[in-house]
């Protein structure tokens, strides 16, 4: 059975730090590109990170560079996204998606989803 759990959301105030994680079947996690994706309120999903199968290459979406790092740990077919320096604009549910990838920011290229998991930043 494939499966897609995400963990760590919550409630933070902006400027700070959140750690989610998404703990993969190994059907889906295995020589697969692992991405985050989000969906705010009355807006579309939209891309945020992703991270090939070896970790070696990763992709952002611009407004998260430098705040955000995605890192996957084969081992335990667990992709994690460290989020720092929240932002109000940061709040979303975060979906965790495993699939071919490539190219990496794109939605369709991802067999897998999880259910979500909801990030609130407060001002």
């Known amino acids: 059975q494939v499966q897609l759990v995400e963990s760590g959301g919550g409630l933070v105030q902006a400027g700070g730090s959140l750690r989610l994680s998404c703990a993969a079947s190994?059907?889906?996690?295995?020589?697969?590109?692992m991405a985050w994706f989000r969906q705010a309120p009355g807006k579309e999903r939209e891309f945020v990170a992703a991270?090939?199968?070896?970790?070696?290459?990763?992709y952002y979406v611009d407004s998260v560079k430098g705040r955000f790092t995605i890192s996957r740990d084969n081992g335990k077919n667990t992709v994690y996204l460290q989020m720092n320096n929240l932002k109000p604009e940061d709040t979303a549910v975060y979906y965790c998606?495993?699939?071919?990838?490539?190219?990496?920011?794109?939605?369709?290229?991802?067999?897998?989803w999880g259910q979500g998991t909801q990030v609130t930043v407060s001002s």
């Open positions: 998606a495993a699939g071919p990838g490539l190219p990496a920011t794109e939605s369709l290229r991802y067999n897998y």
């Open positions: 190994e059907r889906a996690f295995s020589r697969n590109y």
């Open positions: 991270i090939n199968w070896s970790g070696g290459s990763t």
